[in-house]
């Protein structure tokens, strides 16, 4: 597609359900991040895929957060037993290995715990 | 570990008038710099990127930023703003990761409102 898509747009959950965001970089472009953002807050950092490497994970903030990437394609971010303060919109951004910015985020997903 | 500060939280200036916002950061080496705009309801779009060179840079939609290394910031500056100019404005530091990759940090944010 033409830039970096995301789905689902908005999702609602109760505490302590799982949920699965997912994320569809622009066609190859090897480097994905996940951010995520609060309210009235800047973004923050979460995981970091460059092709076949291994992730680097150091942005997650709990074990109930995880995240895969099959090759170069779409990734999803998994939240385990969702607590409110895991409410935020949840970015998603492609580059090219070696464009060394971050030119292409996606519109995000904005998740509410109830 | 690097940080990034936005000042102000949010700016109110008058379309036409000019513009500056604040970002310092903190970092050991030489920094990557970066502003981005969030307009509302739209995702994160890239005004500009200092990496090394001339110091004053420009960027998309009439903007610029100055490094100042003695002063650790990054102001972004427009000389007369319009009222599609209205958006979040994030100042953020990147650290190479290696294979072309940034980890970068977000200040908070400021938010411009434009007066008519």
């Known amino acids: 597609g033409a830039g970096v898509s995301q789905s689902p747009s908005n999702k609602v959950t109760e505490k302590g359900k799982d949920v699965e965001l997912r994320c569809d970089p622009i066609s190859g472009h090897t480097a994905l991040y996940w951010y995520r953002q609060r309210l009235g807050q800047g973004l923050e950092f979460l995981i970091y895929f460059q092709g076949n490497s291994a992730p680097d994970k150091s942005g997650l903030p709990s074990d109930r957060f995880s995240a895969e990437r099959t090759g170069e394609s779409v990734s999803t971010l998994t939240i385990q037993r969702t607590q409110q303060e895991d409410s935020a919109v949840y970015l998603c951004a492609s580059s090219r290995r070696t464009s060394g910015d971050l030119r292409y985020f996606g519109p995000g997903t904005r998740l509410t715990v109830t | 570990a690097q940080s990034v500060t936005q000042p102000d939280i949010h700016i109110t200036v008058s379309e036409g008038a000019s513009l500056e916002l604040r970002c310092n950061y903190s970092?050991?080496?030489?920094?990557?710099l970066f502003w981005y705009v969030q307009s509302p309801g739209q995702g994160l779009q890239l005004l500009l990127k200092?990496?090394?060179?001339?110091?004053l840079v420009q960027g998309i939609k009439g903007f610029e930023a100055e490094f100042k290394r003695s002063q650790s910031s990054f102001n972004l500056r427009k000389p007369s703003v319009h009222w599609s100019d209205a958006a979040e404005y994030f100042c953020?530091?990147?650290?190479?990761?290696?294979?072309?990759?940034?980890?970068?940090?977000f200040g908070q944010g400021t938010r411009l409102t434009i007066n008519p």
């Open positions: 200092y990496f090394s060179g001339d110091t």
């Open positions: 953020a530091v990147g650290a190479p990761m290696g294979q072309g990759a940034q980890k970068l940090v």
């Open positions: 970092y050991g080496a030489t920094p990557y």
